[in-house]
């Protein structure tokens, strides 16, 4: 670990661990609404979707200025494909808040050209200056975004293949359907670039990737860890995700 790297809160449980992080979205469009946001799916993410809905509707947060930016998407689904994170953050967020349209980009899973898909997604993020607020989740073997071990810590958007074990973690989504094999993924060198990342990992499941990224050191096996090439990056935990660190290193918050 760097004396730089990056930081860690534990929350008591889930659904603190989620509000904190949707205040901190909602903070930061209360001092720069035009904030370019990161977004992530899975079920993490989930109350945090929720919670920004409820803000929203609340009227204590307007996304009317802001840009969002998804990480990933399963190769071969449409948008309109109900299994498809397009349609996930429509249902969980975009249909229930006041995003301009013009203004969320998504990974197209159904391109006929891919690289071109992932070139053209990377462009965009950089003419709009790359991420403000980047939201990440981890996998249970430390993915974040779909980048799995082994992807180079300079990595951009691209095409990956899906590991046996994060197919196998995505099944229940799919029913009775074949999980994707590959996927478009925002890059650990183009999630880097954003200027303050919140990886949010919550329960027992998450406890040995959360502390292998912690723990350090950094190598492409543990993509979290890339967390600590940045100046500014958070590990929003639960207790039970934050269970395998060193209480010692733990910072503790009320949730606010
Ligand atoms: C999803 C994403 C993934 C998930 C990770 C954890 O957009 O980028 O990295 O954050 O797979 O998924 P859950 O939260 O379902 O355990």
Redesign the pocket.
């Known amino acids: 670990m760097t004396a730089a790297g990056p930081t860690l809160l534990v929350l008591d449980d889930a659904a603190q661990a989620a509000a904190y992080v949707g205040q901190e979205v909602v903070r930061t469009l209360a001092q720069a609404p035009a904030t370019v946001i990161g977004l992530?799916?899975?079920?993490?993410?989930r109350p945090v979707h929720a919670w920004l809905v409820a803000a929203h509707r609340r009227g204590d947060v307007s996304f009317a200025a802001a840009t969002s930016f998804?990480?990933?998407e399963y190769v071969g689904l449409e948008p309109q494909h109900p299994c498809s994170?397009a349609a996930t953050m429509r249902t969980a967020l975009f249909d229930h808040a006041d995003f301009a349209p013009g203004h969320i980009h998504l990974l197209d899973g159904g391109a006929p050209d891919l690289a071109a898909e992932a070139e053209r997604y990377e462009a965009a993020m950089g003419r709009a200056g790359w991420i403000g607020l980047q939201l990440?989740?981890?996998?249970r073997n430390g993915?974040?975004?779909?980048n799995e071990p082994g992807s180079a810590l300079e990595s951009v958007t691209r095409v990956v293949s899906l590991s046996p074990e994060?197919r196998a973690?995505?099944r229940a989504a799919f029913g009775a359907e074949t999980v994707p094999e590959r996927a478009l993924t925002v890059g650990i060198g183009t999630i880097l670039r954003a200027s303050r990342i919140l990886l949010l990992a919550t329960g027992p499941e998450k406890a040995d990737a959360v502390s292998a990224a912690w723990a350090g050191p950094i190598r492409p096996q543990c993509p979290a860890s890339a967390l600590h090439l940045h100046p500014a990056a958070c590990f929003v935990c639960d207790r039970q995700a934050a269970s395998a660190i060193d209480q010692a290193f733990w910072t503790r918050s009320t949730g606010r």
């Not at 992530?40 to 993410?45: E, L, V, Y």
């Not at 990440?136 to 996998?139: A, D, E, F, H, M």
Request: no cysteine; glycine share 20%.
């Open positions: 992530a799916t899975g079920a993490t993410m998804n990480l990933d994170f990440l989740g981890i996998g993915h974040i975004g779909f994060t973690a995505n």
